[in-house]
C-alpha cells in the first residue's frame, strides 16, 4: 500500500472513530458549552497533542518489527485485525439514546495553558488508545513501511482529530444542533462499528505483509 492510500484508509478510520463518543468527546462537550468556544478549541488542540505520545511509541515499535521480524508483525497484525473487530461488534451493538436538553453554563475559568493541559492529559490517558493505534497503524503496514511513511500517518491523525473536535465545538455552540447530534449519536457508532468490523476481517485474511 502506498502513502496516499494509507492516508485516504487512515482518514476514512479515524474520522469515524474520533465521532463516535468518547472520552475526548466528552471533555470538548463539557468544556465547550461550560466555558465558551475559545476553551473548546483549546481543548481540542491539547487532545491532538496527546496523540503524539501514542503515534510515537506506535510508530517506534512497529518500524522496529518491520525492520526485523516479520513474524511478529504478523502477530501484532493478528491482535491488531482482533481488537478492530472487537470494536466493530461492540459499535454495531449500541442502542439509540435519548436526546437531553443542553445547556450552557457558567464555570471557573482555566488559563490556557490548563485548558489545552487537560485535553493533552486526557487522550494520553486514556488506556483503549495504545491497542487502537497499533491496531489502525497495523492496517497500512507492510514490509515496505518506512517509518518516515509512519510519521507522515501520525502527523495526518493529529490533524484530523483537531479539525474534528474544532468543529465539534463550533457546533457545539449551537444547542440545537447538539441535541440533534445525541439522537444520532448511535448511528455514527454503528457506521464505524461496521467499517471497523470489515477491516479487522481484512486484517485477518490478509497473510502477505
Not at 96 to 125: D, E, H, I, W, Y
Not at 128 to 142: D, E, G, M, N, R
Not at 188 to 196: E, F, L, P, Q, S
Amino acid at each position: 500500500m502506498d502513502l496516499y492510500q494509507g492516508l485516504l484508509l487512515i482518514t476514512s478510520i479515524h474520522l469515524l472513530a474520533a465521532a463516535a463518543p468518547g472520552p475526548d468527546f466528552v471533555l470538548v462537550t463539557q468544556q465547550t458549552l461550560s466555558n465558551g468556544k475559545r476553551a473548546g478549541l483549546l481543548c481540542s488542540l491539547g487532545i491532538a497533542a496527546g496523540l503524539s505520545i501514542h503515534i510515537f511509541y506506535s510508530s517506534l515499535g512497529l518500524a522496529v518489527l518491520i525492520a526485523n521480524s516479520s513474524s511478529a508483525l504478523w502477530g501484532i497484525k493478528i491482535l491488531g485485525g482482533v481488537y478492530l473487530i472487537y470494536l466493530g461488534v461492540s459499535g454495531l451493538r449500541v442502542k439509540a439514546r435519548k436526546a437531553k436538553a443542553v445547556t450552557v453554563q457558567t464555570a471557573s475559568k482555566r488559563s490556557p495553558l490548563k485548558t489545552v493541559g487537560l485535553g493533552f492529559l486526557c487522550n494520553a490517558l486514556n488506556p483503549k488508545a495504545p491497542i487502537y493505534f497499533v491496531s489502525l497503524f497495523t492496517i497500512v503496514l507492510s514490509q515496505d513501511t518506512s517509518a518516515q511513511h509512519l510519521l507522515v500517518y501520525g502527523l495526518w491523525m493529529m490533524a484530523l482529530q483537531l479539525a474534528w473536535f474544532s468543529l465539534l465545538t463550533v457546533l457545539l455552540s449551537r444547542p440545537t444542533v447538539t441535541i440533534r447530534f445525541q439522537r444520532m449519536g448511535h448511528w455514527i457508532d454503528r457506521i464505524a462499528g461496521g467499517t471497523m468490523l470489515l477491516l479487522g476481517i481484512k486484517v485477518l485474511t490478509t497473510r502477505a505483509i
